[in-house]
T-cell receptor
Framework: DAKTTQPNSMESNEEEPVHLPCNHS???????IHWYRQLPSQGPEYVIH???SNVNNRMASLAIAEDRKSSTLILHRATLRDAAVYYC???????????????????FGKGTKLSVKP | KAGVTQTPRYLIKTRGQQVTLSCSPI?????VSWYQQTPGQGLQFLFE???????NKGNFPGRFSGRQFSNSRSEMNVSTLELGDSALYLC?????????????FGPGTRLTVT
């Protein structure tokens, strides 16, 4: 299973940008890079995903390295509500077909606990 | 559009009993995945259902089972409960098979086994 490596924790100041890194050196060509976050006492929330090109949405931006071995989730202006655990996840299934030996669709690691200071 | 709903939200069971948890996906979503979250193991994938068929399964014993109905609603069942089954059980729905598509999670069912 393709794995990701993230720092255990990060701190940010409110209204400043936050760059959350993720390493995935064993990523394969068909793996999507997903980011989810989990606020306290809630289920995970989808943030963004991408394959090769950088992606932007209303919540965040995803910057993917050219070799795809790393990516960075960018929160442009952190708010107190952004304090959460952020998960970087690889999805390793081809469309409509399972790889032999696939363990599942999303494998959540420990994630990065982001603290935002006022 | 209503989000993913899970019932019940909290449950207390005794060791050896069985339990059934329910998940209603977002309208139009055909894939439902189940996860177990514990402080020690984090979030672990249980299984995924799509069009009433189990399409993928994680590394859990056979005591954990599930099914999906024609309206995409899903249930998971845990038989012969053990203390270690105490966890937050989350379900997530997706428009199609979840690889490459975002999943939307419900609030979870907090199961306590005593």
């Amino acid at each position: 299973d393709a794995k990701t490596t993230q720092p255990n924790s990060m701190e940010s100041n409110e209204e400043e940008p936050v760059h959350l890194p993720c390493n995935h050196s064993t990523i394969s060509g068909t793996d999507y890079i997903h980011w989810y976050r989990q606020l306290p006492s809630q289920g995970p929330e989808y943030v963004i995903h991408g394959l090769t090109s950088n992606v932007n949405n209303r919540m965040a931006s995803l910057a993917i390295a050219e070799d795809r071995k790393s990516s960075t989730l960018i929160l442009h202006r952190a708010t107190l509500r952004d304090a959460a655990v952020y998960y970087c996840i690889l999805s390793f299934r081809l469309w409509g077909m399972n790889y032999g030996g696939s363990q599942g669709n999303l494998i959540f690691g420990k994630g990065t606990k982001l603290s935002v200071k006022p | 559009k209503a989000g993913v709903t899970q019932t019940p939200r909290y449950l207390i069971k005794t060791r050896g009993q069985q339990v059934t948890l329910s998940c209603s996906p977002i309208s139009g979503h055909r894939s439902v995945s189940w996860y177990q979250q514990t402080p020690g193991q984090g979030l672990q994938f249980l299984f995924e259902y799509f069009s009433e068929t189990q399409r993928n399964k994680g590394n859990f014993p056979g005591r954990f089972s599930g099914r999906q109905f024609s309206n995409s609603r899903s249930e998971m069942n845990v038989s012969t409960l053990e203390l270690g089954d105490s966890a937050l059980y989350l379900c997530a729905s997706s428009l199609v098979l979840s690889g490459g598509y975002e999943q939307y999670f419900g609030p979870g069912t907090r199961l306590t086994v005593t």
